[in-house]
Structures are given as C-alpha cells and as structure tokens.
C-alpha cells in the first residue's frame, strides 16, 4: 500500500520560514518524480514545486521563485519543501505527490498518489 504521509505545517508569522517534509513507503521513491501542490480555501489546487527522480531537476510555480527549494532524499524516501519569506498568500493546504512522469507531477491532475495534507497558516 502507497502512502505519502507529510508533516512540519503549522503557524508562522510572515517572513517566517518552515520545512515541510513528506515520507513515502510503499514505493520506490527513487522511480518516481515528487512535487508539491496546495490548495487555499475557496481556490482550486495550485501546482507549488516538483523534483525529478534524480533529484537534478527542480521545478516552482513563479509565485514562490526564490523563496521555496524543493529537495529529496531517495535512501530517506523522503522530500522536502524549504519555505522562506512566508507570505499570507503562502496559507493552504500542502499535499505531496508521487508520479512516474515528470509532466503529469508538474501539474495538480491525474497525480500517482496523494498524501493526505499538512496545513501551513501564515500570519500577517
């Protein structure tokens, strides 16, 4: 059975930092492509980050360029979110994914596998 399960969300003021961390078992993480996806109350999901396989190629939503870095750890099957500069805008649910192609993971449809979200509230 494929889980991805998430955690390191909370309350952070703005200009706050978080890392979120997601454990993936079940699966072969280092087969799959992994990526980020949140959704805001009252929005439709929104694609955050993605990584490769490898780990070489990253891949952000312009909205979060230069604040957010995606990483993993294939011995750990596990992937990283480092959240920088938090903005209210950043509030959402934070959900982890897992798929073997690297275009359906740098998109919010169709997604291998899911976790079940960490929340991230951002105070201003």
């Known amino acids: 059975q494929v889980q991805l399960v998430e955690s390191g969300g909370g309350l952070v003021q703005a200009g706050g930092s978080l890392r979120l961390s997601c454990v993936a078992s079940?699966?072969?993480?280092?087969?799959?492509?992994m990526g980020w996806i949140r959704q805001a109350p009252g929005k439709e999901r929104e694609f955050v980050a993605a990584?490769?396989?490898?780990?070489?190629?990253?891949y952000y939503t312009d909205s979060v360029k230069g604040r957010f870095a995606i990483s993993r750890d294939n011995a750990k099957s596990t992937v990283y979110l480092d959240m920088n500069s938090l903005k209210p805008e950043d509030t959402a649910v934070y959900y982890c994914?897992?798929?073997?192609?690297?275009?359906?993971?740098?998109?919010?449809?169709?997604?291998?596998?899911w976790g079940q979200g960490t929340q991230v509230t951002v105070s201003s």
């Open positions: 994914t897992a798929d073997t192609s690297l275009t359906t993971v740098r998109g919010v449809d169709d997604v291998d596998y």
């Open positions: 990584i490769s396989k490898s780990g070489i190629g990253t």
């Open positions: 079940g699966l072969t993480s280092s087969l799959y492509h």
